[in-house]
């Protein structure tokens, strides 16, 4: 895996937590809780596992899927931001004693003081292991202890971090982003990035401005899925989440969610609900990449976008300036009737107004 390692951290006292819930053969129903012990954590269950997991359970939307809209089930990765907490996780198909398997199994860990990519590097090698081994037992006294076991080496994994030992923050850096414009995943001539940018600047405005304190408060939350762009999941996570900590404003919670066996991530921004969690199951088929839309965009915005990137590229602007004139005015993406078309396309297939 290429080294991630980047920021740097004040804090000399870091506490590792690690947590896990959801179904194990080692509980008749949903497991007792364990590590859940930090408000992060808390909520991080609240809001993945009980709206999103539950809510679409509860609701079918995943059953009304036919074979080529649905993925086969729960294996992701996933990285989520909120405030200053940061939890990286997995989560994968599972079951209860009595063989119940509509839920899965989630372990995630946070570490305060830590940055997002300590988390990248150390905890996500780590849960993986949790996984084939909580595959492995049956019983719910060799889950918590392998939790334990987790939670101790990462917190000497933790205790012995150097921030002055570590490479720069690349995947947020312009450079990266250019070459994340360029990637062929995005189909290589940079339309599929415009396309995606056009959908940032139509879409998410009020989560993107840092000097609009509370600009998002109240905002529905709003979900992307794009092209991994990475086969590990860790670089891909990292990848992506470069671009939108480099345009959100910090305040907005950001959820990144990468399937193993596939090839995209879904992006969850702002107070995620039910329904942004339908993509958890939802093939490419029920979700296209927000870079294959066929918006169409206005030259003006086609030639402005490409600048930018260049600029990136060069070093020479900060990767915030994304979609304004040189005036300071936004830059029209001009006409819909791609999106609209597309759209319509949607409605026809799903039904709704």
């Not at 920021?7 to 590792?16: E, F, G, L, N, V």
């Not at 991994?228 to 992506?240: G, H, V």
């Not at 915005?301 to 060069?314: D, L, P, S, T, Y």
Request: charged share 25%.
């Amino acid at each position: 895996m290429r080294r991630i390692l980047s920021q740097q951290t004040t804090d000399d006292s870091p506490r590792a937590h690690v947590a896990a819930f959801g179904k194990h053969p080692g509980w008749d129903d949903h497991i007792a809780d364990i590590g859940l012990d930090t408000d992060a954590l808390v909520g991080l269950k609240r809001s993945l596992y009980m709206e999103g997991v539950g809510g679409n359970i509860d609701a079918a939307t995943w059953e009304k899927l036919d074979g080529a809209r649905r993925i086969s089930g729960f294996h992701h990765v996933f990285v989520w931001q909120a405030g200053q907490a940061r939890i990286a996780g997995r989560m994968w198909a599972s079951r209860d004693g009595k063989g119940r398997s509509r839920y899965p199994m989630v372990v995630c860990a946070q570490c305060a003081g830590r940055p997002l990519a300590w988390l990248l590097e150390k905890a996500l090698p780590s849960l993986e292991t949790v996984e084939l081994r909580a595959k492995e037992v049956q019983t719910a006294d060799a889950v918590r202890a392998l939790i334990d076991e987790t939670r101790a080496a990462l917190q000497a994994d933790a205790d012995a971090y150097d921030p002055n030992a570590v490479p720069p923050d690349w995947y947020a850096s312009g450079r990266a982003l250019a070459q994340l414009a360029g990637r062929a995943e995005l189909g290589g001539d940079g339309v599929g990035f415009r396309r995606l940018l056009y959908k940032i600047e139509r879409d998410l405005g009020p989560f993107l401005d840092p000097r609009r304190a509370g600009a998002a408060s109240g905002v529905p939350a709003q979900h992307l899925r794009v092209p991994a762009c990475e086969n590990d999941e860790a670089p891909s996570l990292a990848l992506w989440y470069g671009l939108l900590s480099a345009l959100l404003s910090p305040a907005v919670p950001l959820l990144l969610i990468r399937p193993v066996q596939e090839t995209w991530v879904d992006i969850i921004l702002g107070e995620a609900r039910t329904p942004q969690f339908f993509c958890l199951l939802a093939s490419r088929e029920s979700i296209p990449f927000a870079s294959d839309i066929p918006y169409t965009l206005d030259p003006a915005f086609m030639a402005h976008a490409a600048r930018i990137v260049e600029q990136w590229a060069n070093g020479s602007v900060d990767p915030r300036q994304l979609l304004m004139a040189e005036d300071g005015s936004r830059v029209d993406a001009g006409p819909e009737r791609g999106v609209k078309r597309w759209l319509g396309q949607m409605k026809a297939i799903f039904g709704g107004g």
